[in-house]
Structures are given as C-alpha cells and as structure tokens.
Nanobody, 130 residues
Framework: VQLVESGGGLVQAGGSLRLSCSVS????????IGWFRQAPGKAREGIAC????????YYSGSAQGRFTTSSDHAKNTVALQMNRLKPEDTAVYYC????????????????????????WGQGTQVTVSS
C-alpha cells in the first residue's frame, strides 16, 4: 500500500487549496482515510477521516465547516478541499489509510493508533500567509 500526497503550497489567508492523495495497492472501499497535519513544534493532529465506501466522515473542530473530504474510486484518489484558510492552518499535511477490520477508524485524537496501524504518505507542506 502506498499513499502519495500532492497539492500543497503557499496561499494567502482566506484562500483555498485542494490536497490530493493517490492510493495504490488497496481499494478505497477497504480502508478509511485520515487527513492529519503537523505544525512546527506541535504534535501531529487528526483533522478529518472518512470511509470512501459510504462517505461517513468526521472532522475536527478546526476543520469543521471549512474542510471537506472526497474520493474518486475510478482514480483511487482522495482529496481534502480546504477553504477559508488561516495562518494557523500552516503545517505539513498527511493522508493515511486505516484498514476496515472491525476496529474503530475514528482518527480525531487517535493519531498514535493510526500511526501504528495505518499506512502514511510522505506529507505535503501547506503555508498560509497573513
């Protein structure tokens, strides 16, 4: 299983970015996908997670209402649309997959469980200027 993020960059506050994550080696229907971020000097945090099979999704408080997850099963890719970006959204963003095997795939506050059981991409930098 391999995940590769793309779409990061520099954007002004209030702007938008769309991150993509290409997933190979597994079907999107068999995993949950989590989006995480890590700002300088801070711990990695889960901001959104969903199951591409049915679209069930959870968002952190900081992401709710501004970020939206989506999936394209034909291309085996997922995306995170980020709107109304703020300087505090500056971080390295990661996508990760978690097997659907009966365990909870909820990711908010469960970063260490995803770190031990999930497969991660290499990350993409998002910088929001004020």
């Amino acid at each position: 299983v391999q995940l590769v993020e793309s779409g990061g960059g520099l954007v002004q506050a209030g702007g938008s970015l769309r991150l993509s994550c290409s997933v190979s080696g597994i079907s999107l229907g068999d995993v949950a996908i989590g989006w995480f971020r890590q700002a300088p000097g801070k711990a990695r945090e889960g901001i959104a997670c969903f199951t591409p099979s049915d679209g069930s999704a959870y968002y952190s408080g900081s992401a709710q209402g501004r970020f939206t997850t989506s999936s394209d099963h034909a291309k085996n890719t997922v995306a995170l649309q980020m709107n109304r970006l703020k300087p505090e959204d500056t971080a390295v963003y990661y996508c990760a997959s978690f097997p659907i095997d009966g365990r909870s795939w909820y990711c908010i506050g469960r970063e260490d469980i995803w770190a031990s059981s999930g497969t991660w991409g290499q990350g993409t930098q998002v910088t929001v200027s004020s």
